[in-house]
């Protein structure tokens, strides 16, 4: 299956709690929160519809990899894109499958990457995204901007609300 993101959107004034136990805020089941699973049963007949309301979570599939790289450091001596902090971390591999990383970010850490998000254009993407022999370049950067957008809804309307999101890739 892969892996995925999923960030899940938490009201300010539970930010305390959060950051002290992030997972509890993390539903048992995102991949059923994404495709419109029924919760536990795994692959089963799904609507493929978001089941939570999009201002509550964001769901990256594996673009999350590509705006990982987008907001990265450009080089070893330089500081990441305020953005990247909404797309850093990765699973902890081992043999039975992985761990994943899981990462709160309050109310005023959302304001700095909704501020940033914004200021990436999508001629960026194209200049930022390695290229791969193997995959359509322009099929990939359209796959990359559209999630980008969606992460652009996504932390404007946590800045409107005054809120947290807790992210999970895994």
Excluded: C
């Amino acid at each position: 299956m892969g892996i995925r993101y999923y960030a899940y959107a938490f009201d300010g004034d539970l930010t305390e709690q959060v950051l002290s136990d992030p997972m509890t805020f993390v539903s048992v089941d995102p991949l059923a929160d994404a495709w419109g699973l029924d919760p536990g049963v795994g692959i089963s007949g799904t609507t493929f519809e978001q089941l939570i309301s999009e201002r509550d979570m964001l769901y990256l599939d594996k673009a999350w990899r590509h705006l990982q790289v987008l907001t990265a450091p450009l080089g070893a001596a330089m500081a990441a894109r305020p953005a990247f902090r909404m797309f850093e971390g990765k699973v902890t591999m081992h043999g039975e499958g992985w761990d994943p990383w899981v990462r709160a970010l309050t109310p005023s850490e959302v304001l700095a990457i909704a501020q940033d998000l914004d200021d990436i254009s999508d001629a960026e993407v194209r200049l930022r995204l390695p290229d791969s022999p193997s995959v359509d370049r322009d099929l990939d950067v359209e796959y990359a901007v559209g999630y980008l957008r969606r992460a652009r809804v996504f932390a404007t309307n946590l800045v409107d609300d005054g809120r947290g999101m807790v992210y999970l890739i895994g």
